[in-house]
């Protein structure tokens, strides 16, 4: 028998009897802490699901002792800037001992009618699965070249009637 709980933001799988760490509870050690948030029940085989939780379902548990994790390291750097930062992290912990797993919301519930709260909701549920024809090739039309339109040639100027040129020569008199 198992069952998944949220304590402290966190979801963890819990037996009877297993020891887990937990972030901090403001609870004394040696005392007694109940969990109401169970999330899913399993015992002989018969699995419970909550809707988020299951109503009326606690797991017992006894808080062993407050400790702190590891020492996490962290290093952050840009390189060629000259940025180097280095910080130390150690998480508080609590260890907590599960007693028991009371399921008292084990009582199978009949599955719930879907009704629609909103018009439009009922629309969406109750559409059709449409199934897909198979895809068959129709053998390609001839295609139709579209013609090129004529191309407009730009207007021949007429070159003006030139004068000839004149040659100076090297002592300034024309030829």
Same mark, same amino acid.
Do not use: C, W
């Given at each position: @028998?198992?069952?998944?709980? +949220?304590?402290? *933001?966190?979801?963890?799988? %819990?037996? =009877? ?16 802490v109940?969990? #109401?948030?169970?999330?899913?029940? +399993?015992? #002989?085989?018969?699995? /419970? ?6 109503? !009326? ?7 062993? !002792? ?15 800037? *000259? ?5 130390g992290?150690?998480?508080?912990? /609590? ?8 399921g008292? *919301? @084990?009582?199978?519930?009949?599955? &719930?009618? $879907? ?6 909701e009922?629309? %969406? =549920?109750?559409?059709?699965?449409? +199934?897909? $024809?198979? %895809? /068959?090739?129709? &053998?390609?039309a001839? $295609? /139709?070249? $579209?013609?090129?339109? &004529? %191309? ?16 100076? =020569? ?6």
């Open positions: @028998m198992y069952a998944i709980v +949220e304590i402290a *933001g966190q979801q963890f799988k %819990v037996e =009877t009897g297993k020891k887990i760490f937990v972030h901090r509870l403001e609870v004394e050690d040696g005392k007694n109940e969990f #109401d948030q169970v999330l899913l029940i +399993e015992e #002989d085989g018969k699995i /419970t699901i909550g809707e988020p939780i299951i109503k !009326d379902a606690v797991v017992e548990g006894k808080v062993l !002792d407050h400790v702190r994790g590891d020492k996490v390291i962290v290093f952050k750097k840009k390189r060629k800037k *000259g940025y180097r930062v280095k910080n992290h150690r998480q508080n912990f /609590t260890q907590v001992e599960i007693l028991s797993i009371n008292k *919301g @084990m009582i199978k519930k009949a599955a &719930p009618k $879907k009704e629609a709260a909103h018009p439009a009922a629309i %969406v =549920t109750e559409k059709p699965v449409k +199934e897909k $024809k198979p %895809v /068959t090739k129709k &053998p390609a001839a $295609k /139709t070249e $579209k013609k090129a339109a &004529p %191309v407009k040639k730009a207007p021949v100027k007429k070159a003006a009637e030139k004068k000839p040129v004149e040659k100076k =020569t090297s002592k300034g008199k024309a030829k």
